[in-house]
């Protein structure tokens, strides 16, 4: 199952939690029913730390829907590019360096860009080979 979007994400945290209820699984990620509804008609994007509770409550390494979330909210579209390279590069990854190792390294990666990619003081571009950060002037 991908995890494109916020929708996507309360979907399978329904079926997990078995329910259709937008408070059992606000309850569950310590949110308020309004906002996991607006995650769940696409209003607002989950956050980082929410996915990360999220990526917790599926069983699921945490990396793929921290940098999900970034790439959903993100303002421009060349960040969202941006995230969806790193979900692609960084799984591949994943499925060479383990779960754990992946993991960290998507983490390490969400967090530098997410304080990055907002202030537009700093841009990132992705490789075949790794990644390279570098100024905007």
Do not use: C
Request: glycine share 6%.
């Amino acid at each position: 199952m991908t995890f494109d979007t916020s929708a996507a994400v309360m979907d399978a945290l329904r079926a997990k939690l078995n329910t259709r209820k937008d408070a059992d699984i606000a309850r569950a990620l310590g949110v308020t029913t309004a906002t996991a509804a607006h995650w769940r008609t696409a209003r607002s994007a989950m956050s980082p730390e929410h996915a990360m509770k999220a990526a917790a409550i599926l069983g699921l390494p945490p990396a793929e829907l921290v940098l999900g979330r970034l790439a959903e909210s993100a303002r421009s579209e060349e960040a969202r590019t941006l995230y969806r390279e790193l979900i692609t590069v960084v799984s591949r990854r994943l499925k060479r360096a383990g779960r754990h190792a992946a993991a960290l390294a998507f983490m390490m990666i969400g967090v530098t860009l997410g304080n990055i990619i907002p202030n537009q003081s700093h841009a990132a571009s992705v490789s075949p080979t790794g990644y390279t950060l570098y100024e905007v002037a």
